[in-house]
């Protein structure tokens, strides 16, 4: 049973315009979500991330919004560049996890950028 | 240069075989883990080892024994592993294992059972 669901597989958007990628999730002890995104033969690397005490983060091009109540978060790039192309990986943990992080992911959406 | 790596980078292996996966991070970590993400699946989450002691199995068959012998290397020993075991096998470490530390990934090693 998959507790973070990113049902979109894939996503193709227009360069210069905004990305929007979605995440649900089931488990509402989740309490800090992390966005990773992976380009091909590389690992995930951490992109941004934000605590359920917030209901947006944002660093530089990249906007996470929370929704606890809908149990959803986004992931907003604008403007999406070619290089933004790649897999974006949703992750979740539960705070009580504290000192022995345990994150749960999603299954990832391919963003691909159209020049 | 993500500071952790990983080898073999790919690995094909017999039923029979026993392999080890390699991970070494040079960022002066403290944690380190082992994912496996199987075609279509998520990532998930197998040991986690902090300061060298493992704090996490995450029901994971015994057939992947992993060890930690200094909190730079982390290894993950297969034996009589199955085909449903090919995957990408993913090696992370963060800082301390805390729960907003920020984990960072090796390229991961592609693993072939036959």
């Known amino acids: 049973d998959q507790q973070v669901k990113q049902n979109s597989p894939s996503l193709s958007v227009q360069e210069g315009r905004i990305s929007i990628l979605n995440c649900d999730y089931t488990n509402s002890m989740f309490d800090y979500f992390l966005w990773y995104k992976k380009y091909p033969a590389e690992g995930p690397t951490f992109l941004i991330s934000?605590?359920?005490?917030?209901d947006k983060n944002e660093d530089g091009r990249f906007t996470v919004f929370l929704n606890k109540s809908a149990k959803h978060l986004s992931l907003h790039i604008v403007p999406s560049q070619p290089g933004d192309s790649a897999v974006y990986f949703c992750a979740a943990s539960p705070i009580s996890n504290f000192g022995n992080e345990k994150l749960t992911f999603g299954t990832g959406t391919r963003l691909t950028i159209i020049p | 240069e993500t500071g952790v790596t990983q080898t073999p980078r790919h690995l094909v292996m017999g039923m029979t075989n026993k392999k080890s996966l390699k991970c070494e991070q040079h960022?002066?970590?403290?944690?380190m883990y082992w994912y496996k993400q199987s075609a279509k699946k998520p990532l998930e989450l197998m040991f986690v080892?902090?300061?060298?002691?493992?704090?996490e199995n995450n029901s994971v068959p015994s057939r992947f024994s992993p060890e930690c012998p200094n909190s730079s290397h982390l290894f993950l020993h297969l034996h009589t592993l199955q085909p449903e075991d090919s995957a990408l096998y993913l090696c992370?470490?963060?800082?301390?294992?805390?729960?907003?530390?920020?984990?960072?990934f090796g390229p991961g090693t592609r693993l072939t059972v036959l």
């Open positions: 934000i605590s359920s005490i917030k």
């Open positions: 960022l002066g970590h403290n944690a």
């Open positions: 992370a470490s963060s800082p301390s294992g805390g729960l907003t530390d920020t984990q960072y």
């Open positions: 080892y902090n300061f060298k002691e493992q704090t």
